[in-house]
C-alpha cells in the first residue's frame, strides 16, 4: 500500500477542515489506517486509527468529539474530518496504514510501515 494525503491549509479557530489519504493496493481493506500529526520542535503523535475495516475507531484525548476518521474502501481513501480546530492543532498531518499492527501499539509511530508525505494544518487564533 502507498498513501497520499492532501487537504491541509490555514483555517480560523473554530472552523472545520478535512484531509484526504489515497491508498494504492489491492489488500487496502485489511488494514488499520491512522492519522497522525507532528508540531514544529515536538514528536510526531497520534491523532485517530481505524481498525482494519470493522468500524472501531479510537482517537487521542485531545481530539474526541471533533475529529472524525471515515474511510471508504470502495475508493480506497481514508479522511480526518476536524471540527472546532484550536490553534494547538496546528500540525503536519500525516496518513499511515499497517497490516500487522496490533492493538497494544496501534498508538506508536513504529508500529506503522506505510506513510503519506504529510499535509500541513495552520490553525489561526
Excluded at 54 to 83: C, E, W
Excluded at 96 to 125: D, F, H, K, L, N
Aim: glycine content about 8%; overall charge positive; aromatic content about 12%.
Amino acid at each position: 500500500v502507498q498513501l497520499q494525503a492532501s487537504g491541509g491549509g490555514l483555517v480560523q479557530a473554530g472552523g472545520s477542515l478535512k484531509l484526504s489519504c489515497t491508498a494504492s493496493g489491492r489488500t487496502f481493506r485489511s488494514y488499520t489506517l491512522a492519522w497522525f500529526r507532528q508540531a514544529q520542535g515536538k514528536e510526531r503523535e497520534f491523532v485517530a486509527a481505524e481498525w482494519r475495516s470493522l468500524s472501531r475507531y479510537y482517537y487521542t484525548d485531545s481530539v474526541k468529539g471533533r475529529f472524525t476518521i471515515p474511510r471508504d474502501n470502495a475508493k480506497n481513501m481514508v479522511y480526518l474530518q476536524m471540527h472546532s480546530l484550536k490553534p494547538e492543532d496546528t500540525a503536519v498531518y500525516y496518513c499511515a496504514a499497517s497490516s500487522t499492527v496490533i492493538m497494544s501499539t496501534m498508538r506508536e509511530v513504529s508500529a506503522y510501515s506505510t506513510w503519506g508525505q504529510g499535509t500541513q494544518v495552520t490553525v489561526s487564533s
